[in-house]
């Protein structure tokens, strides 16, 4: 069932910007972990970027192009996009994890996950 609720996403021209939203409950929010996942069709989904209270880890792909970060007022997570990519076209997911683990790669470990919004992003 949907936990998140994403938003922001849209089509843009290589090279542009996006920022992506992630609105949750009080108590989804408190989750330890939060991330952002990816996934085009006929592919596995994928671990953009992860955010727990002590560390901010993000994939090779979009390391120093995507910023992940938290507005702990309005129980949001965001996703600051830059210098976009046609690869960074995909369906990009919010997803919470509780518990005091890190934040794991592997999907299936998370608790919490939003229906998506589309990113495309042309040449």
């Known amino acids: 069932q949907v936990q998140l609720v994403e938003s922001g996403g849209g089509s843009v021209q290589a090279g542009g910007s996006l920022r992506l939203s992630c609105a949750a409950s009080?108590?989804?929010?408190?989750?330890?972990?939060m991330s952002w996942f990816r996934q085009v069709p006929g592919k596995e989904r994928e671990g953009v970027a992860f955010?727990?209270?002590?560390?901010?880890r993000y994939d090779h792909s979009v390391k120093g192009r995507f910023t992940i970060s938290k507005d702990h007022a309005r129980n949001t997570l965001y996703l600051q996009m830059n210098s976009l990519k046609p690869e960074d076209t995909a369906m990009y997911y919010c997803?919470?994890?509780?518990?005091?683990?890190?934040?794991?790669?592997?999907?299936?470990?998370?608790?919490?996950w939003g229906q998506g919004t589309q990113v495309t992003v042309s040449s």
């Open positions: 997803a919470a994890k509780s518990g005091q683990d890190g934040c794991p790669a592997a999907p299936g470990e998370y608790n919490y």
């Open positions: 009080t108590y989804v929010f408190s989750s330890y972990c």
């Open positions: 955010l727990t209270p002590y560390t901010i």
